[in-house]
């Protein structure tokens, strides 16, 4: 079985990227594991409420097919964060799938993998992108071999369905 594991901050994650995306993948037989800086509930920004069962600090890339940084304001948490960046360039040596959407995808811009790579991100995190070194294309879904990256909530579907596919090859 194929397993996927969701970096979520423990609070104001955008709610359509979180559930859109599992959905997709609970749908496909994919397992999907959430992962925070806390174990128990999280909330998004709209209410929406999931349960991080492991510390990102404790995330073994071998047990995962991907590594998806979920959106929302709260993912401001992890842009500077030590494990969070590790586990990007970790999952990036491995070849493995590697997706962030909305604002997370900052997460992988300060990490180094996005160095010259196409990729998309929510308003907000543009220059940021540019100024580590990523192909910023300002498309809603962007893919660059193992990287997938998309703009915000309005691709949530599609950027399930991208990552999936990735998987699935």
Do not use: W
């Not at 995808?105 to 990523?134: P, Q």
């Amino acid at each position: 079985m194929k397993k996927v594991v969701f970096i979520t901050a423990p609070v104001a994650f955008r709610d359509e990227e979180y559930y859109k995306p599992k959905d997709i993948f609970e749908n496909a037989c994919v397992e999907v594991i959430t992962a925070s800086v806390k174990i128990g509930e999280l909330i998004g920004r709209f209410g929406y409420k999931t349960i991080s069962t492991i510390l990102i600090q404790n995330i073994n890339i071998d047990n995962f097919n991907a590594i998806v940084y979920i959106g929302g304001n709260g993912a401001n948490i992890f842009f500077n964060n030590h494990y969070a960046l590790k586990l990007a360039n970790d999952f990036f040596k491995h070849d493995k799938v590697i997706a962030s959407i909305c604002i997370a995808s900052v997460v992988l811009a300060n990490s180094g993998i996005l160095n010259g790579k196409r990729a998309t991100v929510f308003s907000d995190g543009k220059e940021i992108l540019i100024k580590k070194g990523a192909l910023y294309t300002g498309n809603r879904l962007e893919i660059d071999k193992n990287i997938i990256t998309a703009n915000g909530p309005e691709v949530a579907e599609d950027f399930g369905k991208a990552i999936l596919s990735a998987i699935s090859d």
